[in-house]
């Protein structure tokens, strides 16, 4: 008997990577079952079961044969999926540098935030802890990424954030690449001038393999490479002038007015 396939919508409640395996609220399905909460399997590459988390609102394709079933195809909110079409393969130079996040290392909301060193479009050392007295967002993007509703979408809202900010006359924003080894800081700053970012408020930032991904572990963002592009979970956080986590979002929900606010906040707390 073949295989049949059901498109699948739902909420991650639950994820056991060790197992590849999520907990799901779903909606019902097609001509095959109603709504329900249930445990499946994930027949995707193994890091993608890493990269979800409980909240995430998913869309997958349900496979059914015979006694056994499984999601495959999963995108979510908090997921970069892989373009279709030929890709440019990452070189051994690429493949041999790269480091990956360590997962479940993010710091919680109300924890201090570990001082980084990375440096910036400009060639300059940018600490974290340098900003004391002021909120700062923090994002994590690419500037070969080729899906719109991702990192193109994240520096457009930046930009709007950056104009507030302009505006109101505080804060700071710092975009940190999870290409290091191709996002260079001429390759950044060109990016920078594309987007018309000042480098005295928003930075682009860049380091080694270890360096950007012992980054990307504070913030609980995951990555790597497939198929000459990087997969990767988006998140946006703001530290407060203390250096402490003061939010997090996950996937691509959030809007310019959210992190305007919750820098507002932050610096009156």
Not at 5 to 14: D, T
Request: with cysteine.
């Amino acid at each position: 008997m073949a295989a049949r396939r059901f498109p699948f919508k739902g909420i991650v409640r639950e994820v056991d990577a060790a197992q590849s395996k999520i907990t799901v609220e779903h909606e019902a399905i097609q001509d095959y079952m109603s709504a329900m909460t249930m445990s499946f399997p994930v027949r995707d590459d193994p890091q993608v079961a890493k990269l979800l988390r409980p909240g995430d609102r998913i869309e997958a394709t349900l496979v059914v044969e015979k006694d056994r079933y499984w999601l495959e195809k999963i995108l979510t909110r908090g997921f970069v999926g892989t373009p279709t079409g030929p890709v440019p393969t990452p070189s051994p130079e690429t493949k041999a540098g790269f480091v990956t996040p360590v997962p479940n290392r993010g710091v919680g909301v109300g924890d201090a935030v570990p001082d980084f060193a990375l440096t910036d479009q400009t060639g300059s050392t940018v600490r974290l802890s340098q900003f004391r007295g002021e909120p700062v967002a923090v994002t994590f993007l690419y500037t070969r990424c080729p899906i719109a509703t991702a990192c193109p979408m994240t520096t457009a809202k930046f930009s709007k954030i950056d104009a507030m900010l302009a505006e109101k006359k505080f804060g700071r924003l710092l975009v940190v690449t999870v290409d290091p080894e191709r996002d260079t800081p001429a390759v950044l700053a060109d990016y920078a001038k594309k987007v018309g970012a000042d480098p005295k408020r928003w930075s682009f930032l860049t380091g080694s393999p270890a360096d950007v991904a012992r980054v990307a572990s504070i913030f609980g963002v995951v990555y790597y490479p497939e198929h000459g592009q990087m997969i990767h979970s988006q998140a946006v956080a703001v530290v407060d002038p203390k250096g402490r986590l003061a939010t997090v979002y996950f996937g691509e929900t959030w809007q310019p007015e959210h992190i305007l606010r919750d820098l507002e906040n932050a610096r009156k707390a």
